[in-house]
């Protein structure tokens, strides 16, 4: 089947929830993507910092390929030994003591406002409501829907749940005038909005809310569902603060393509869940537990996180020598390879561009172009990418 074939069928049977890119990607290799046309792309966008060591990791495969050879899923009601293994390696590398398993973003952020409303019954007398900020986005479902900043997300959905509010991200004073004395239990935000524009707040912004919460005895929630796993040049976003979450979300590279969310907190305050207070049938499944603990062992040891702080670079380089050139670049941003390139202009166009001349991004927040490339890029990868960025940049 051609990508014309394939795009009829889903038109006529999937629901229109995507407005899709009339092309289906069929074969993936490293950096690269392929067709059912035939045609090759440079793949910058990695299934949105899904695929961040690239597309059809070896290792990866073979964990995959070894464990489906010998145990598929079994239910959460036993021990599940890969499960166990990527919880104690998450651990071992983070903040937190325990891990709640499941199957995506949006998962990952209903277990945490769960947890943060069991603690807050628990331990704050009662208080439930979470704060989080303006622009943000935390997921489809109606909690995280509601938990996200941005209106055309939640449009069409009332009524919906209670006990969320935003402000405006980057400021510390909103969120201090925001906390309420009886209802407010815990802050979340991303520490780079990475859906709303890839905003980086101001050094000390994740730090004075880190203050904020001891302050006030309430929870710091990171969502690290894009800017984790390695994505910023270190295994999670919030080591560039020099402060730790209480409870922390992942998502998207978690699995190494496979479906694989969790939420991690400290042990004093995951013990507000015992048996039954939550639950997922697949959460935790061995197979993508397997390809998670590879992806754990190969950002640490393989030198990933290296190669995308020193390519983060040599990109961030490239793109302010465009910056100079073409006068509607305003802004650069980001950390490591989640680069945000807001422009005066319509970003949507540009990436449809790009995507005719082989190369795969896309616009987010209307006017930012998004680049989350593989954290094994190389450097001539990031020079053709540049190259055709340059070209459809100059058509403008
Ligand atoms: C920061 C953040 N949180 C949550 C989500 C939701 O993740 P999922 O689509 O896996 O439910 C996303 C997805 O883009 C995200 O970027």
């Known amino acids: ?14 629901t229109r ?10 074969r993936g290799k490293g950096a690269k993507v392929w067709d059912a046309d035939g045609k090759e792309y440079l793949d910058f966008l990695a299934g949105i910092a899904v695929n961040n060591l690239g597309h059809c990791h070896p ?5 995959i390929r070894q464990q489906s050879q010998k145990l598929l899923h079994v239910s959460n009601l036993y021990h599940i030994l890969p499960q166990s293994d990527l919880a104690s390696e998450l651990c071992r590398h983070s903040f937190a003591d325990r891990v709640f398993f499941c199957n995506s973003g949006a998962e990952a952020n209903e277990a945490a406002f769960k947890l943060a409303r069991r603690y807050g019954l628990e331990k704050l007398a009662g208080k439930y409501e979470i704060i989080s900020t303006h622009n943000s986005f935390h997921g489809r479902t ?3 829907l509601t938990a996200t900043g941005q209106e055309k997300i939640r449009a069409g959905y009332d009524p919906l749940p209670t006990g969320f509010r935003q402000v405006p991200y980057n400021d510390l004073s909103a969120v201090e005038e925001a906390i309420d004395e009886k209802k407010t239990v815990g802050i979340l935000v991303e520490p780079i909005q990475a859906e709303g ?3 980086v707040p101001d050094e000390g912004y994740l730090r004075g809310l880190r203050e904020l919460c001891d302050q006030r005895g309430i929870l710091l929630i990171f969502d690290e569902v894009q800017t984790g796993m390695g994505r910023t040049g270190k295994l999670f976003a919030y080591e560039h603060s020099g402060i730790k979450p209480d409870i922390m979300t992942l998502a998207k590279a978690l699995g190494g393509g496979l479906p694989l969310g969790a939420m991690l907190a400290r042990e004093d305050i995951a013990n507000s869940f015992g048996p039954g207070s939550h639950a997922s049938t697949f959460g935790g499944n061995p197979v993508a537990c397997s390809a ?6 190969t950002l640490l040891h393989g030198g990933a996180l290296k190669n995308c702080v020193k ?3 040599y990109f961030v380089e490239g793109l302010e020598a465009l910056k100079k050139r073409f006068s509607f670049i305003r802004e650069i941003r980001g950390e490591g390879l989640i680069l945000g390139v807001e422009l005066e202009i319509d970003g949507n166009k540009i990436a449809e561009a790009c995507l005719q001349e082989g190369l795969l991004l896309n616009c987010t927040a209307y006017k930012v172009l998004r680049f989350v490339p593989p954290l094994i890029i190389k450097k001539n990868e990031i020079d053709r990418g540049l190259d055709i960025l340059e ?6």
Do not use: C, E, F, S
Request: aromatic share 4%; charged share 20%; no cysteine.
């Open 1 to 14: 089947m051609n990508n014309r074939d394939i795009a009829a069928l889903t038109d006529k049977y999937v």
């Open 17 to 26: 929830t995507y407005a899709r890119i009339p092309i289906a990607l069929v």
């Open 59 to 63: 290792a990866i495969v073979r964990a």
């Open 142 to 144: 109606l909690a995280t």
């Open 197 to 199: 524009g890839i905003n």
């Open 292 to 297: 998670g603990l590879i992806v754990m062992h």
């Open 311 to 313: 390519m983060g670079k």
């Open 391 to 396: 070209k459809v940049l100059a058509r403008q």
